[in-house]
């Protein structure tokens, strides 16, 4: 595979990570969810129109439901992050931290998974997901790191850019 190819895909998958985290931020149970379903939907969509490769809006959504499915596995970590949420402004940004961080690596994992299987010459029609149950894993972890790592990094700007702020002065 040519390594433009490679980067053309990674830029999709990327790009559909960062963007998923922005549903972790809505306040109301499942429309968090549902939102980052969709994203991710629509990135299988973008990498099977780029790999000229058939797509199908109800196989798109058994894919993404067959990995994200340890959601369901997840649910009292996810009723925690959805009760935290809840609380104003504080809670609020806890939350949408904590569940965006968890999209954006739960994205780039299915990201990556399809992509794998596209550049061994697979379909979205014969995909199963329990032969890329151990590499899902992995990459999420590989993209749990990079998205906690990147999110700290903007998290110490924003403070230091606060810092460097002159305060104002009551006369």
């Known amino acids: 595979m040519t390594t433009e190819k490679v980067t053309t895909a990674d830029t999709i998958i990327n790009n559909h990570a960062w963007f998923s985290a922005v549903p972790g931020f809505v306040p109301i149970p499942i429309v968090d969810i549902l939102g980052i379903s ?28 067959s990995f994200t499915g340890s959601i369901l596995t997840r649910i009292p970590a996810y009723s925690v992050r959805s009760i935290v949420k809840s609380i104003p402004v504080v809670g609020w940004a806890l939350g949408g931290l904590s569940l965006s961080v968890f999209a954006a690596s739960s994205t780039y994992a299915v990201g990556q998974v399809f992509k794998e299987h596209l550049d061994q010459g697979g379909t979205l029609y014969d995909l199963n997901p329990e032969n890329f149950r151990a590499f899902y894993k992995k990459q999420f972890e590989k993209g749990r790191e990079l998205f ?10 924003a403070e230091e850019k606060s810092e460097d702020k002159p305060e104002e002065k009551e006369d």
């Open 38 to 65: 969709a994203v991710q939907r629509d990135m299988i969509k973008q990498l099977c129109k780029f790999y000229d490769c058939p797509y199908s809006e109800q196989k798109g959504k058994a894919v993404v439901m």
């Open 148 to 157: 906690s790592r990147k999110q700290n990094e903007a998290t110490a700007e």
